[in-house]
Nanobody
Framework: QVQFVESGGGLVQPGGSLRLSCAAS????????IGWFRQAPGKEREGVLC????????YWQDSVKGRFTTSRDNGKKTVYLQMNNLKPEDTAVYHC?????????????WGQGTQVTVSS
């Protein structure tokens, strides 16, 4: 069963950093593009960025450019989201999603996600 599991969330002060991981249960990780999404309390889920199977990054939120980066280790079947200079507005449940192209908000296999809270 294809599955993507997020981890690494936590409580961090404004200006701090976190690295989230997305571990995949797939046969070939290099086939998959991985999208990162987040849902803040009382708000709709939104796309943050996507890393393609070829390693290119597409940002869906201008607010994270220059602060968030993503990388992948196909051998470990894991994608990472490095989040620096975190702001309170980054507080959300973060989800990863994988598909043969960058996933959209119509994705139907959401996992539990990982909570990121940015607060002093």
């Amino acid at each position: 069963q294809v599955q993507f599991v997020e981890s690494g969330g936590g409580l961090v002060q404004p200006g701090g950093s976190l690295r989230l991981s997305c571990a995949a249960s797939v046969f070939r990780m290099d086939y998959y593009s991985i999208g990162w999404f987040r849902q803040a309390p009382g708000k709709e889920r939104e796309g943050v960025l996507c890393i393609t199977s070829g390693g290119a990054t597409t940002y869906w939120q201008d607010s994270v450019k220059g602060r968030f980066t993503t990388s992948r280790d196909n051998g470990k079947k894991t994608v990472y989201l490095q989040m620096n200079n975190l702001k309170p507005e980054d507080t959300a449940v973060y989800h990863c999603a994988g598909d043969f192209a960058c996933p959209t908000l119509d994705y139907d296999r959401w996992g539990q996600g990982t909570q990121v809270t940015v607060s002093s």
